[in-house]
């Protein structure tokens, strides 16, 4: 297996889906021989028929998306430990991964995007503040600029997971799966390329941020970042 993932300069791996796709590949028990691509690199990706990671090549199979890439694995291989369960399971994970995308991910990129211009490779800085500046609406930097109050929204919008860990450690339940890495993802973009403490000590989040990050012999918490404080 192959899989294609994002880098920035020195190592970093920042990209949140293509964390969510380590994380449950080494669920599966698979270790993909890595392939490091930069923004620019959309050469690199062109056969996969779109311009984005994570990508995985198992064999003759070409599969993107994380959530993609995920169902592929249960699908393909239903003997490893399963990331989503059963029908029902892969059904409501469908409505997480977009609940994250569409309600985590916005108030914690503005936190962090002028830091993940930083630490990107230096061919890569145009194409980021070009496309991002675009979307954004805004310079990078001053979005960032207004993070003591984005982190805010970014903690509220955790709400619903906070109340799941009074009742469980897991979002998928006793042990972790499908749900937690596709929510670790975020957590993992933002502590790879940013000191700023998107989290609170005695938050319930925070421990099980700690629990994630040591998951799979450290893989996640080994990663070149920033300690969590
Ligand atoms: N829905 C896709 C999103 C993938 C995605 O947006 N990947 C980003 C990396 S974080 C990317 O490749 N961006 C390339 C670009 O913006 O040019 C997934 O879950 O894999």
């Known amino acids: 297996m192959k899989l294609y993932e994002l880098c920035g300069a020195d190592g970093r791996y920042f990209s949140p889906y293509c964390w969510r ?54 699908e393909t291989y239903p003997d490893q430990p399963s990331l989503f369960g059963d029908a029902i399971g892969s059904g409501q994970a469908q409505f997480f991964t977009q609940w994250v995308n569409s309600t985590v991910h916005g108030p914690l990129l503005h936190c962090v ?48 997971v906070r109340l799941t860990f009074n009742e469980q450690p897991y979002l998928a339940g006793e042990t972790p799966a499908g749900p937690d890495y596709t929510l670790f993802g975020a957590f993992q973009w933002a502590r790879v390329v940013s000191p700023f ?18 998951l799979f012999d450290g893989l996640a918490g080994k990663a070149l970042g920033y300690p969590v404080i």
């Open 197 to 214: 403490p998107i989290l609170e000590a005695d938050d319930p989040v925070f421990a099980w941020r700690e629990r994630m990050l040591g």
């Open 21 to 74: 796709t380590r994380m449950a590949l080494a669920h599966k028990g698979f270790e993909p021989t890595r392939e490091i691509i930069h923004f620019c690199d959309k050469d690199r990706i062109a056969f996969s028929g779109q311009d984005k990671v994570p990508i995985l090549v198992d064999g003759d199979h070409v599969v993107f998306d994380s959530h993609a890439i995920a169902l592929y694995l249960d």
């Open 113 to 160: 995007i002028q830091d993940i211009f930083e630490h990107l490779d230096d061919a890569s800085k145009d194409y980021f503040v070009e496309s991002r500046t675009a979307r954004m609406g805004k310079p990078l930097a001053e979005i960032q600029a207004g993070r003591d109050q984005s982190v805010l929204k970014f903690r509220k919008a955790l709400t619903p």
